[in-house]
């Protein structure tokens, strides 16, 4: 349990969405601040959803809403559930979302290692560090494309079944971890959230020229100051896994941008037409 740590406070960067799914013999109910709908994948089981993007104190009340009706009426979810949290990026410009990858790939173990064991190997939250083809489609899919339209277009593309997905990028403005097991306890779920905020507030603050300067500064930042929030009690990542999480990092901040004179580097996330609260 995170419960040592976990604070109900989240950085204040924008909003998330939460996706539980449950199993459980108890009939399930619904909750303020979710909406429930049927699962066909799980058995006896239920996907609560957030009611909308939230942040901010919004959001601590749904998870404690959540955290409260699970330990009233305890859930018994599968190797079948899981958690999946998105993060709103449409104020992201384009080197930023290129950050926020890149932190996300450097810190990838630091998600798994507060997952459950089996989510490393699962085939449907696929991670960088077992697959770095999935590095490399990045760069090709999103670095290459000269236009802004295309760059963020190109990720429809993207495989669903990734530990991060990107394919939901284009069409909701969000990128999702799909990596957690059914998280049923407040304090679980508060840091799984403030751990992906903890993303984006580093791409945030952390002034640095270029990508892989911006890299560097964090391969040498403590982590317990890279994620203040959401970190196990004594958590310590294994340095061999941190390397691999180095090295994907990297190739991401250093592979080469391809713009068109229409395409300034500071073109936002910006799906057409689309707004995530609807």
Not at 48 to 63: E, H, P, R, T
Not at 85 to 110: C, G, K, P, Q, S
Not at 225 to 252: C, K, T, V, W
Request: proline share 6%.
């Amino acid at each position: 349990s995170n419960s040592a740590v976990a604070s109900p406070l989240l950085p204040n960067y924008g909003g998330i969405g939460i996706e539980l799914e449950l199993e459980s013999e108890h009939p399930f109910r619904d909750v303020r601040g979710w909406r429930r709908t049927p699962d066909g994948s799980l058995r006896d089981g239920v996907e609560y959803i957030f009611d909308g993007a939230q942040a901010g104190a919004q959001a601590v009340k749904s998870i404690q809403a959540m955290g409260t009706y699970l330990a009233a009426t305890p859930a018994d979810p599968s190797f079948r559930c899981s958690t999946h949290i998105h993060m709103d990026v449409r104020d992201l410009e384009f080197h930023e979302l290129e950050r926020l990858v890149a932190t996300y790939a450097l810190y990838e173990n630091v998600f798994f290692d507060h997952c459950s064991p089996e989510r490393r190997y699962s085939n449907f939250c696929t991670p960088f560090f077992i697959n770095d083809a999935l590095v490399r489609m990045f760069v090709e899919r999103f670095k290459t494309p000269a236009g802004v339209h295309e760059k963020v277009h190109h990720l429809s593309a993207w495989p669903k079944y990734s530990a991060l997905n990107l394919k939901v990028t284009p069409a909701l403005g969000s990128v999702e971890f799909r990596g957690s097991h059914a998280l049923t306890t407040t304090e679980d779920l508060l840091a799984l959230s403030q751990r992906m905020l903890g993303l984006k507030r580093l791409v945030k603050t952390v002034q640095a020229d270029t990508s892989v300067a911006y890299v560097m500064a964090l391969r040498h930042m403590p982590l317990a100051e890279a994620f203040p929030q959401g970190l196990r009690q004594g958590y310590a990542p294994n340095p061999e896994d941190q390397d691999i999480g180095f090295s994907n990092a990297m190739l991401i901040a250093s592979s080469r941008w391809n713009y068109s004179e229409e395409a300034p580097a500071t073109a936002r996330v910006q799906p057409e037409g689309f707004s995530w609260a609807e």
